[in-house]
């Protein structure tokens, strides 16, 4: 029997309007494609696992919606990521523009068999992302707060980096400078930047 996660029920209601039906179907046909299907939420999206690894996710932004599957390469004869959007089906913006249901229930029930089966997908070794240079802002409300140094100094190299980048994408002074207040006061209480999406124990 397959899983609800209520942070999908969440995150649907906090999309757009337009996205709202287009999400609920794609959760209903995988579910239905897959009935033994774990509902999750990873890098603060939706994603489906079936047999303990990923299988699909979807995605909400302003204007569309996207989704795809994480074998898409032993699902399709050409499986690059659209240029458009996220995942193999470019913008999504209405139900009109999805595949066809059996089209996609199929897929799905392809990605589990691939899951059930052990098969996995041949992957290029990921080189080790740089470091990225503490900013002046950060480093000098950190040095304020020895418990918030301290945590922060503790963290993963790739929470630091969650951290740093959500400043720096910051494109108006105001902005990061609210993001940096949230950030402090976070790291004080010893949560990682997307903390909101970890499942509590």
């Known amino acids: 029997m397959g899983t609800k996660d209520p942070r999908i029920d ?15 179907h794609l959760r209903k ?50 499986a690059d990521k659209s240029p458009e959007a996220i995942g193999q089906f470019g913008r999504i913006r209405t139900l009109k523009d999805l595949p066809a ?7 799905v029930r392809a990605a589990a068999k691939l899951n059930a089966e052990g098969i996995k997908v041949k992957r290029p070794k990921a080189k080790p992302r740089p470091a990225l240079a503490m900013p002046a802002d950060l480093a000098k409300a950190l040095a304020k707060s020895r418990k918030a140094k301290a945590v922060f ?9 969650e951290y740093i ?7 108006r002074e105001e902005t990061r400078a609210r993001r940096l207040e949230t950030a402090l006061e976070w ?13 509590s124990s």
């Open 10 to 24: 969440a995150y649907i209601e906090n999309a757009r309007p337009f996205a709202r039906p287009i999400l609920r």
């Open 165 to 171: 980048e959500w400043l720096l994408e910051a494109k």
């Open 153 to 161: 100094e503790a963290f993963s190299p790739s929470q630091k980096r």
């Open 187 to 199: 790291i004080t209480a010893g949560k990682p930047r997307h903390w909101k999406y970890q499942k």
């Open 101 to 107: 249901d059996a089209k996609i229930v199929k897929l």
């Open 29 to 78: 046909l995988f579910h239905q494609g897959c009935p033994d299907l774990e509902e999750t939420i990873k890098w603060g999206m939706p994603h489906f696992d079936s047999h303990g690894e990923m299988m699909a996710g979807m995605s909400a932004f302003k204007e569309h919606c996207g989704f795809g599957f994480w074998k898409a390469s032993l699902l399709f004869e050409t």
